[in-house]
């Protein structure tokens, strides 16, 4: 349950734990100490319901959460964390596929149109994925948002007999899947 907090929506948890859970859970409380870990995720997780709509389904929502992620910390403390098993599996976002700002098609209004096709790099795509399947290795690159262009640096990935999953809005474009094989 902790993997998916890590990995989804991560601008919010962020910033969940950088301003609420931080504070929360090195304030000192004077006589009173410091809040337990497990209220300081309740009070959390309260605020990520809340957040999401001030009804109740959104704050017992947020809550839930608060439940299966203390229970699975007090899980671990008395059983120990599971071993890891399975295929081990690397993730190609295709927004470090875009080609940068100035390539970018134009909606008629002016502004940039990000969800149009031709905003990624369709050839480098075919390639890394033309190499992943050849050879299980490829480098991809890696896409700087602030600066709206690809970085310098780049990211190796090697399979090791995992699996490889591609997301982005483009994922299932017909010029992408045409190179997974069909068996």
Known sequence: F????????????????????????WADLGCFGRLPTELCVFCVFF?????HGSTAPFIIWGLLQAVYRVGEELLHRRFGKPKKRGTPAHVISLDNFFKGA????RLPDG???????????????KQCLRELSETGKTTLPVYDFSA???SDEAEPID?????CLVEGIHALNPELTGLVPAE
Not at 5 to 24: A, G
């Open 102 to 105: 100035e390539f970018y098609p």
């Open 148 to 150: 709206e262009k690809r």
């Open 159 to 163: 399979l090791q007999g995992g699996v």
């Open 2 to 25: 902790s993997g998916f907090w890590s990995r989804w929506h991560i601008s919010f948890s962020s910033w969940l734990q950088d301003y609420l859970f931080m504070p929360l859970a």
């Open 111 to 125: 502004t940039l149109d990000y969800e149009n096709p031709d905003t990624l790099d369709l050839p480098l795509i």
């Open 47 to 51: 605020a990520s319901g809340f957040w």
